[in-house]
């Protein structure tokens, strides 16, 4: 039996409709789950014959690759690949407001979080929001969110304040969503995607601060302005840069970010002097 069931992840409603024993895979959605309503897409999985297209690009990461085209009639397409096995194709519209996966049987529960996670960042990006790969915790009452690339040790250093920095807590270990409100305020968000950490969490923080992180023989921090600090948040951003609509979107949202969010540089190593020197820095 097919079923839709509504989520809302930083303000943003979307739907998902599906066989039962399919919906039954998305146990980390259900912190977000909310009541019908108006979406800002929506994705039907299924099952199907891959699609014809045109491939655009790829990009491969720890096994995974990612497939970017489109069909000739437009729609685009993304191909999620898995230690060499698909495991399923998103066409979506050209405005990315709805989808269908199709799935193969394979890694499903990888291809539905992917398709999700990029028609969500597709489809906000015109909406003040962006979809981070970063670590983020919690301190007296804000956000800190920690960037770099993989391997860096933005998991590590978020555990090392939950360790050293009474009053710490975990908000998202890998895909925290960002906000930007009408008085331009930032505010970051857990969202149902998180990496190899499982923290699920339907909480939003006022965002305290950026720290791009960078493994080093000692531990030393400053902070960046102007070009520095905006070409920091780029390559932590997930999007479509050659779609010019989410270019634009994500620029706005981006030059946003480096002029009213306090952005630092860390030089550490993975112990408890880092965290205390970062806590003590960018709190004040």
């Known amino acids: 039996m097919r079923e839709t069931r509504y989520y809302e992840v930083a303000g943003h409603r979307?739907?998902?409709s599906g066989e039962e024993s399919i919906l039954a895979l998305m146990t980390n959605y259900e912190p977000f789950a909310c009541a019908d309503g108006e979406t800002v897409f929506e994705i039907a999985v299924e099952d199907g014959d891959a699609p014809d297209y045109s491939e655009e690009m790829r990009q491969e990461e720890e096994g995974q690759e990612i497939i970017c085209g489109h069909t000739a009639?437009?729609?685009?397409?993304?191909?999620?690949?898995?230690?060499?096995?698909?495991a399923?194709?998103?066409?979506?519209s050209a405005d990315y407001r709805k989808g269908r996966l199709i799935t193969t049987g394979k890694y499903v529960k990888m291809a539905i979080d992917n398709s999700l996670m990029v028609m969500f960042a597709l489809a906000t990006a015109d909406n003040g929001?962006?979809?981070?790969h970063a670590a983020v915790v919690s301190y007296e009452g804000r956000g800190y969110m920690f960037l770099g690339p993989s391997g860096t040790g933005k998991s590590t250093h978020a555990s090392l304040w939950q360790r050293y920095i009474s009053g710490t807590a975990l908000v998202n270990d890998d895909n925290p969503v960002v906000r930007i409100g009408k008085d331009a305020e930032a505010t970051v968000y857990g969202s149902p995607w998180s990496g190899k950490t499982p923290c699920y969490r339907n909480v939003s923080y006022p965002l305290g601060g950026?720290?791009?992180?960078s493994q080093a023989p000692y531990n030393k921090i400053h902070r960046l302005s102007g070009i520095h600090a905006y070409v920091a948040l780029?390559?932590?951003?997930?999007?479509?840069?050659?779609d010019e609509r989410i270019a634009d979107g994500l620029h706005l949202t981006e030059n946003t970010l480096a002029s009213t969010?306090?952005?630092?540089h860390l030089e550490?190593?993975?112990?408890?002097?880092?965290?205390r020197l970062c806590n003590e820095t960018i709190t004040l």
Not at 73 to 86: L, S
Not at 129 to 132: G, Q, Y
Not at 234 to 242: F, H, N, P, T, V
Request: include cysteine; proline fraction near 2%; hydrophobic fraction near 60%.
């Open 234 to 242: 780029l390559e932590s951003i997930s999007g479509k840069r050659w």
């Open 210 to 213: 950026i720290v791009l992180l």
């Open 73 to 86: 009639e437009g729609e685009a397409v993304f191909g999620f690949i898995w230690w060499g096995a698909t």
């Open 268 to 275: 550490c190593l993975p112990d408890e002097e880092a965290a």
């Open 88 to 92: 399923g194709w998103l066409v979506c």
């Open 261 to 264: 969010v306090a952005v630092w």
């Open 129 to 132: 929001t962006v979809l981070f």
């Open 14 to 16: 979307f739907c998902v």
